[in-house]
Structures are given as structure tokens and as C-alpha cells.
């Protein structure tokens, strides 16, 4: 079975920076398409980036406007968002998912499996 954990998160100040890492387990890591999500309180989860699985392919959501990195290391089985110049707006449990027969792919649904989630707040 396929496990997937989230580290990083924590509370920051407008302006800084911070990286969550996802440590996924239990098959082949390289085998899957890896996606980046989060959900703030009252809102519907949404799509930040992702990337393919030979980490070649990043691909991003328009708010994201270079701020953010997406990353895997397939030795490693782990994944990294990297994210810059942090606001309010960004506020949200972060996840990280897998997703087994796509790629470039925005949609939570096509998605099989997902991490628990880490909290990001960021103060004003």
C-alpha cells in the first residue's frame, strides 16, 4: 500500500520562505505522477504543482507565478515544494498525492493516493 507523509509546514511571517518535504513508501516511487494540493479553511481543495515522474516536467497552477517549485528525488522517495515569498493568501493544509495512470493532471479526483496533510500559516 502506498503511504505518503507531509513535513515542513509551520507558521511564517509575509515575505519568507518555506519547504515541505513528502516521504512516499510502499511501491515503486518512480511509477507515479506527484501532485502538490492544499485547502484553506472553508475552500475547496486546489491544485498548486506538480511533477512527472522522471522530475523532468514541472507543472503549476497560474497563482502559483513562480513562486513556487515543485521537486522529486525517485533515489530519495520523496517530493519537495518549495515556496517563496509566502503570503496571508496562502494559508492552508498542504497535501501531497500520487497519481498512477496520468500526468499533468490538476484534477483532486484522478489522484489515488494522498498524504494527511501539513498546516502552512502565514502571518501578516
Known amino acids: 500500500q502506498v503511504t505518503l507523509v507531509e513535513s515542513g509546514g509551520g507558521l511564517v511571517q509575509a515575505g519568507d520562505s518555506l519547504s515541505l518535504s513528502c516521504a512516499f513508501s510502499?511501491?515503486?516511487?518512480?511509477?507515479?505522477?506527484l501532485g502538490w494540493f492544499r485547502q484553506a479553511l472553508g475552500k475547496e481543495r486546489e491544485f498548486v504543482g506538480a511533477i512527472s515522474r522522471n522530475a523532468r516536467d514541472p507543472y503549476y497552477a497560474d497563482f502559483v507565478k513562480g513562486r513556487f517549485t515543485v521537486s522529486r528525488d525517485n533515489f530519495k522517495n520523496t517530493a519537495t515544494l518549495q515556496m517563496n515569498s509566502l503570503q496571508p493568501e496562502d494559508t492552508a493544509v498542504y497535501y501531497c498525492?500520487?497519481?498512477?495512470?496520468?500526468?499533468?493532471?490538476?484534477?483532486?479526483?484522478?489522484?489515488?493516493?494522498w498524504g494527511q496533510g501539513t498546516q502552512v500559516t502565514v502571518s501578516s
Open positions: 498525492a500520487a497519481a498512477t495512470y496520468y500526468s499533468r493532471i490538476a484534477n483532486p479526483a484522478l489522484y489515488d493516493f
Open positions: 510502499g511501491r515503486p516511487f518512480s511509477n507515479y505522477y
